[in-house]
C-alpha cells in the first residue's frame, strides 16, 4: 500500500508471526484457512524414505552443466508430480528456470509409464530450441527416463535425495498450486483444457524475479530473441 515509505511497511515475518504465533482458537483457524497453502505450523517439510535406485551416477544433479544453474538461457527445466487423493492420481508440473514459465501435464495413473506418456505429449508442443534439460527429483514415475530422454532429445538430471532446494522453482510453483488443486483431490477428474487454464493464470502473474514481468512475457521475449537469432543467421 505505501511502496514508496518503508516506515509503513512491514516484512513477510512480521505478517507470519501475526498469523502462526499469536492468535489462538478460532481467529487462528480463519487466518491460516486463508492462507494460499493453510498450513497449521510453518517450514514443516515433508519427508520421505531414500528413492531413486534406478538413478545412475553420471545423471545426478552434481554433473549438470554450470550454464544450467546459472539459469542465462531458456529451454531448462524442472519437474515433479503432485499427486491426489491417496496418491492414486497425479499431476506432472513442469517449470522453465530461467522465466520461470509453467506446464502441467494430465497424467493417465501415478506410474512411470503414465509420466512417460504424459510429459512427452506435453513437453513435444515446445519448440525444440525449449527443450534442453529436465531437473526431477528421485520419484520412481521416472523410472522411463532414458526413454524420455530419447523422445524429446533432453537431457535429463536428477536432484539429491531430501534436497527440494535443488528444484526451487519447481517445489515453490507446487505450493502454489494447491490453492488450485488442494490436496485429497481426485486429479483424474482435472482434464487438460483445465491444467491449461490453471497454468495460465501462473503465467500471467507478475514476479519479483522476474523484474516484475509475467512468466508469459518472459518467454515470449526469449522466443523473440531466438527468432532474431535464427533470422540473422540466415
Not at 64 to 80: C, F, I, Q
Not at 109 to 125: E, H, N, P, S, V
Not at 139 to 149: I, P, R, W, Y
Amino acid at each position: 500500500m505505501y511502496p514508496h515509505e518503508p516506515a509503513r511497511q512491514v516484512s513477510h515475518e512480521t505478517i507470519y508471526a501475526a498469523i502462526y504465533a499469536h492468535p489462538r482458537g478460532a481467529l487462528k483457524k480463519g487466518l491460516v484457512e486463508a492462507l494460499r497453502q493453510a498450513k497449521q505450523t510453518r517450514g514443516r517439510r515433508r519427508t520421505t524414505a531414500a528413492r531413486g535406485g534406478f538413478v545412475p551416477e553420471e545423471l545426478r544433479i552434481v554433473h549438470r552443466p554450470e550454464d544450467v544453474s546459472a539459469r542465462k538461457l531458456p529451454g531448462h527445466w524442472e519437474g515433479d508430480f503432485i499427486k491426489g487423493a491417496y496418491n492414486r492420481s497425479a499431476v506432472g508440473t513442469l517449470v522453465e528456470r530461467k522465466t520461470r514459465f509453467v506446464v502441467l501435464c494430465r497424467m493417465d495413473g501415478c506410474t512411470a509409464q503414465d509420466a512417460l506418456a504424459g510429459f512427452t505429449r506435453q513437453m513435444r508442443k515446445l519448440p525444440a530450441f525449449l527443450r534442453e534439460s529436465l531437473t526431477y527429483d528421485r520419484g520412481s514415475e521416472m523410472a522411463c527416463h532414458a526413454d524420455l530422454a530419447k523422445r524429446l532429445n533432453i537431457d535429463i538430471w536428477f536432484a539429491d535425495p531430501h534436497a527440494p532446494w535443488q528444484r526451487g522453482s519447481n517445489e515453490n510453483t507446487n505450493g502454489l498450486l494447491r490453492q488450485f488443486l488442494p490436496k485429497g483431490t481426485d486429479l483424474s477428474q482435472v482434464s487438460q483444457t483445465e491444467l491449461n487454464d490453471i497454468a495460465r493464470l501462473m503465467n500471467g502473474r507478475p514476479r519479483q524475479t522476474l523484474g516484475w514481468k509475467t512468466p508469459e512475457e518472459a518467454l515470449a521475449q526469449e522466443m523473440a530473441d531466438y527468432r532474431s537469432r535464427v533470422a540473422l543467421d540466415s
